[in-house]
Nanobody
Framework: EVQLVESGGGLVQPGGSLRLSCAASGFTFSSSAMSWVRQAPGKGREWVSSIYSYITNTYYADSVKGRFTISTDNAKNTLYLQMNSLKSEDTAVYYC???????????WGQGTQVTVSS
């Protein structure tokens, strides 16, 4: 059974940092492409970042480029999202997802809430 379990969300002040984790199981993590997708209150899902670790490529939405870093630890089957210089507009539920094809995902985690507020 495929499982993706996010953690690390919380309340942080503007300018602060958080690191999200996504523990994966039930599939070959090291050969899978993974993404972070977020959904702000009252809005649709927004792609944030993807990593194709088997070809060492990473991609970021313009809104987070230079502030967020996606990475993996294949020994731990874990996906990370380091988020720095957080802004109020980063407030959302963050999901990790396995990439099935470009812009499509076949498995999702349950999400973790990130709230950026003073």
């Amino acid at each position: 059974e495929v499982q993706l379990v996010e953690s690390g969300g919380g309340l942080v002040q503007p300018g602060g940092s958080l690191r999200l984790s996504c523990a994966a199981s039930g599939f070959t993590f090291s050969s899978s492409a993974m993404s972070w997708v977020r959904q702000a209150p009252g809005k649709g899902r927004e792609w944030v970042s993807s990593i194709y670790s088997y070809i060492t490529n990473t991609y970021y939405a313009d809104s987070v480029k230079g502030r967020f870093t996606i990475s993996t630890d294949n020994a731990k089957n874990t996906l990370y999202l380091q988020m720095n210089s957080l802004k109020s507009e980063d407030t959302a539920v963050y999901y990790c997802a396995r990439v099935a094809t470009m812009n499509e995902y076949d498995y999702w985690g349950q999400g973790t809430q990130v709230t950026v507020s003073s």
